[in-house]
């Protein structure tokens, strides 16, 4: 498995912007697909965004399109996912996960290794 840490949450005023990022460590990061999920306060943890492990495929969810994208950097290990025109309804723990699955997936239940998570929070 790989072990991820995910950094950059904090607290930005709607409308704003936040780079996370998520640094991997372990065996063949290049091979996994990417994915961050993100939990609000007594909600169940949603899919947000993935992308695959060459890039080339990525899959979002409906509320973040034209406002967050994913890339990634294989050489690095590093995954970040860019936030824009950030809602109060943006705030939560936002984690970094990785599957073997080959193509982007939004099952939560495909990702086996997950980071611990960064707090992100919007202020309005």
């Known amino acids: 498995q790989v072990q991820l840490v995910e950094s950059g949450g904090g607290l930005v005023q709607a409308g704003g912007s936040l780079r996370l990022s998520c640094a991997a460590s372990?065996?063949?990061?290049?091979?996994?697909?990417m994915g961050w999920f993100r939990q609000a306060p007594g909600k169940e943890r949603e899919f947000v965004i993935a992308v695959s492990w060459r890039g080339g495929t990525i899959y979002l969810a409906d509320f973040v399109k034209g406002r967050f994208t994913i890339s990634r950097d294989n050489a690095k290990e590093l995954v970040y996912l860019e936030m824009n025109s950030l809602k109060p309804e943006d705030t939560a723990v936002y984690y970094c996960?990785?599957?073997?699955?080959?193509?982007?997936?939004?099952?939560?239940?495909?990702?086996?290794?997950w980071g611990q998570g960064t707090q992100v929070t919007v202020s309005s």
């Open positions: 996960a990785a599957t073997t699955t080959s193509f982007a997936t939004l099952k939560i239940d495909d990702y086996a290794s």
């Open positions: 372990g065996r063949s990061f290049s091979s996994y697909t």
